[in-house]
C-alpha cells in the first residue's frame, strides 16, 4: 500500500476513492488524524493529513513518531509525502515543483526517533540518500508522462518554525547549499528511513524565501502557486497509482 502525507493546501486527494476511515492508536500517542483509505486505479493508498483535518497543528506540534507508526502498523510499504516550501534558489520560483534529492535538518526538540530509551538498541539509521531514489524515480516518469514540469534535485532545509526565516537565516542556508526551505520535512523522513519505508518528498514552492525574489521586504504566499500546484501534485500521484 502506498502512503501519502498531504501537507498544507492538500487536505484530501480528488483521485481518490474512499473506502473507510480508521482513527489508529499507537505506542506514540494519536497521529494527526484518522486515516483514509482508499483506491486510485489498482493501487491501494492510505492518505493521512499531516497537520490534521482543518490544518490543527503547527510544524513543531506535529506527532511525526505517531504519524509514520500508524502508517507502518497499516503495511504501508512507499511513502509520497507532499509540502510546502519557499524558494531559495533563482530558480525556485513560486509555482514550482521540486524533488528534493537531499535535506539539512535545522529543526529541535522535536522527538525524532523511535530508539531510544531503555528498551530499544542503539541503532544509527543510514540517511546518506534520506530520498529513495526508485521513489524519485517513479515520481520523475509519473510527471514526465503527465506533462508536468518537476524540477530534479535540491536541497530541502527544515527549519523549526512556525515563524518564518529572517533573511539572515536564509542567506546562512543559502551558504549552506540549501535551494528550498520548509518547516516538515524532519523528523519526518528520517522516522521514515528508520522503520525502512521508501520515502520520496514532493515539494511545492508557494512564496520566495525572506529576502529572496521581488518582495524583500515581506514573505509573500502566493495563493495561486498553491492551488495550480495542488492540482499538479494531484495529477503526478493518479498517474504514478496508475502506471
Ligand atoms: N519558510 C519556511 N517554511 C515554509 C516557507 C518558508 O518561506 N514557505 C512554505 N513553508
Not at 150 to 155: F, N, P, S
Request: aromatic share 6%; hydrophobic share 40%.
Amino acid at each position: 500500500m502506498l502512503a501519502i502525507i498531504g501537507g498544507r493546501g492538500l487536505a484530501s486527494l480528488p483521485s481518490l476513492e474512499v473506502t473507510h476511515r480508521q482513527l489508529i492508536r499507537t505506542p506514540y500517542g494519536e497521529p494527526s488524524c484518522p486515516l483514509t483509505y482508499g483506491r486510485i486505479g489498482t493501487q491501494g493508498v492510505v492518505f493521512m493529513a499531516r497537520h490534521g483535518y482543518g490544518h490543527s497543528f503547527a510544524p513543531h506540534e506535529i506527532n511525526y513518531r505517531a504519524n509514520l507508526w500508524a502508517l507502518h502498523s497499516q503495511g504501508v510499504r512507499c511513502i509520497i509525502a507532499v509540502g510546502a516550501v519557499g524558494g531559495i534558489r533563482a530558480d525556485m520560483v513560486p509555482g514550482s515543483l521540486v524533488l528534493p534529492h537531499d535535506i539539512i535538518d535545522y529543526s529541535w526538540g522535536r522527538k525524532h526517533t523511535f530508539f531510544e530509551g531503555p528498551d530499544h538498541p542503539v541503532v544509527h539509521a543510514d540517511f546518506t540518500r534520506p530520498y529513495c531514489p526508485q521513489m524519485r524515480a517513479r515520481l520523475l516518469a509519473s510527471a514526465a508522462q503527465s506533462g508536468i514540469a518537476l524540477m530534479d534535485g535540491g536541497v530541502y532545509a527544515c527549519t523549526q518554525g512556525p515563524r518564518l526565516e529572517s533573511s539572515a537565516e536564509i542567506r546562512r542556508l543559502e551558504g549552506d547549499g540549501c535551494d528550498m526551505v520548509g518547516q516538515t520535512g524532519m523528523p519526518e523522513a528520517a522516522l521514515a528511513r528508520e522503520l525502512d519505508i521508501p520515502y520520496a518528498h514532493l515539494c511545492l514552492v508557494v512564496n520566495w524565501a525572506a529576502g529572496k525574489g521581488e518582495s524583500a521586504e515581506q514573505v509573500a504566499f502566493e495563493p495561486a502557486a498553491l492551488g495550480q500546484g495542488v492540482a499538479s501534485v494531484g495529477a503526478v500521484i493518479e498517474t504514478l497509482c496508475r502506471m
